[in-house]
């Protein structure tokens, strides 16, 4: 029985990115309903693992601040789908987050991979709206894999459900 | 003989781009033409995705893109890859009607999808105060607009899929009569995309290519202002 569950199951590897701050770490441990009261920033990297229904989402959160930016390159093996978050309050730093990511969707061992833009902090006052942050990056011209923009709040946990099922059924898909 | 058919079949693998404004039902109908259900509460497209809709030998590709206004502009990314478009209006809508018969005739008039099929949708008819296929087709006034073209109007539902009754047979009906049209004019209709693929992968590469010089640019420019 167990090996028939097994070969039910998907499992994909998610690997997550993006600046400093951004809240990647948050994001997964709300998503894996860990308290997210204490979060300090990631000087490595963290994985867990995400049951949903027959879906096993192995997720990769690399930290993002700009001295630990070069190894992620060392992460990009077998990925499945890239999440990217961005902070929707910085607005100052927004242009800083494009270009990283623009990097991202030009390296050959990402080519292809399906792409999940979270834009987070959406909670805040002075949030930016996603449509806002699609058109001020210009990723609506990307046309050589799946992507969307999702907006959320790993605080209040809005719009991550909504981001999971996007990876499911871009893996149901497959 | 039979392989050579069968080699036939499965090399007319089709790609369909689902366009129209935003809020038309362009997720949902792709959903209900792929025997999936759609959660109504799944929110816009910010993005683009695509079905794949396995028939026998050969599949069709269902391309999803965001119809907000901020996203249309990009449409044309991916019109390369077409055999044919779909284009969904919310036909329970009329005062969005001038807008969508501005961005369907936009569409049709790209090179990139001249000659090629076109299947309108006018979905939502389970609402009150839907139009018919007929009167939709007359208040945007596609007979005068829209010439020298294959195209189909066709009514239909994408909400309310059930896993037992499956989609609204009036979504199949007008994808296969888009099926047929595209097969009709196959060898013509490949030979377009494949050329108009290169075309737009070249220019891709040069666009990526500069647009990576003035990244660094930036970059460094962004280094300097700190450091000083
Ligand atoms: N208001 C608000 N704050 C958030 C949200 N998500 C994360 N934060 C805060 O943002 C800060 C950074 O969050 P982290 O999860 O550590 O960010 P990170 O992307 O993992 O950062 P690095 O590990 O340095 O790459 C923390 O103080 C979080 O509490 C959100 O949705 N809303
Ligand atoms: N009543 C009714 N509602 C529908 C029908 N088709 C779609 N909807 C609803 O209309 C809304 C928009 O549908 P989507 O499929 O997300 O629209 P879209 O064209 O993909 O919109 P964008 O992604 O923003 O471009 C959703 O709430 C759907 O549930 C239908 O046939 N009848
Ligand atoms: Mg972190
Ligand atoms: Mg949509």
């Known amino acids: 029985l167990l090996r028939t569950l097994r070969s039910n199951e998907t499992e994909s590897r998610i690997l997550m990115l993006g600046l400093d701050n951004a809240g990647k770490t948050t994001i997964l441990k709300k998503l894996s309903e860990e308290d997210i009261s204490e979060v300090t920033p990631t000087q490595g990297f963290n994985i867990k693992s995400l049951l949903s229904g027959s879906f096993k989402l192995n997720v990769w959160d690399i930290g993002g601040q700009k001295t630990i930016r070069p190894y992620w390159r060392n992460y990009f093996d077998n990925t499945d789908i890239l999440i990217y978050v961005i902070d929707s309050s910085d607005h100052k730093r927004m242009e800083e987050a494009s270009d990283e990511l623009r990097e991202l969707l030009d390296e050959d061992k990402l080519a292809g991979v399906p792409l999940l833009v979270f834009c987070n902090k959406q909670d805040l006052v002075n949030a930016m709206p996603v449509e806002e942050i699609c058109e001020l990056m210009g990723m609506m011209d990307i046309n050589d894999r799946p992507f969307q923009f999702q907006g959320c709040s790993a605080k209040a946990g809005t719009g991550l459900e909504e981001g999971m099922n996007w990876m499911k059924d871009q893996q149901k898909s497959k | ?228």
């Open chain 2, 1 to 228: 003989n039979l392989i050579a058919y069968c080699g036939k079949l499965s090399e007319k693998d089709m790609t369909f781009g689902v366009f129209g404004c935003d809020n038309a039902g362009k997720t949902t109908t792709i959903h209900a033409a792929c025997g999936q259900s759609q959660d109504p509460e799944q929110g816009a497209t910010f993005g683009m995705k695509s079905f794949i809709h396995k028939e026998g030998s050969h599949t069709l590709k269902l391309l999803d893109l965001g119809g907000g206004q901020k996203f249309r502009k990009f449409w044309e990314t991916n019109f390369s890859e077409m055999h044919g478009m779909i284009f969904v209006i919310d036909a329970a809508c009329p005062e969005r009607f001038e807008e969508s018969a501005g961005e369907l005739l936009k569409m049709i008039l790209h090179p990139m999808v001249e000659g090629k099929p076109v299947l309108i949708l006018a979905n939502k008819q389970d609402l009150p105060g839907a139009l018919s296929q007929g009167e939709v087709a007359k208040r945007m006034q596609l007979n005068e607009k829209v010439t020298a073209k294959k195209w189909q109007i066709q009514e239909c539902q994408a909400l309310n899929f059930t896993e037992e009754g499956g989609c609204d047979p009036r979504i199949q009906q007008g994808v296969q009569w888009l099926q047929n049209a595209v097969a009709a004019e196959f060898e013509r209709l490949s030979l377009q995309v494949g050329v108009d693929r290169e075309e737009a992968k070249r220019k891709a590469a040069e666009d990526r290519a500069a647009a990576k010089l003035a990244r660094q640019k930036k970059r460094e420019a962004r280094e300097a202002a700190a450091a000083s």
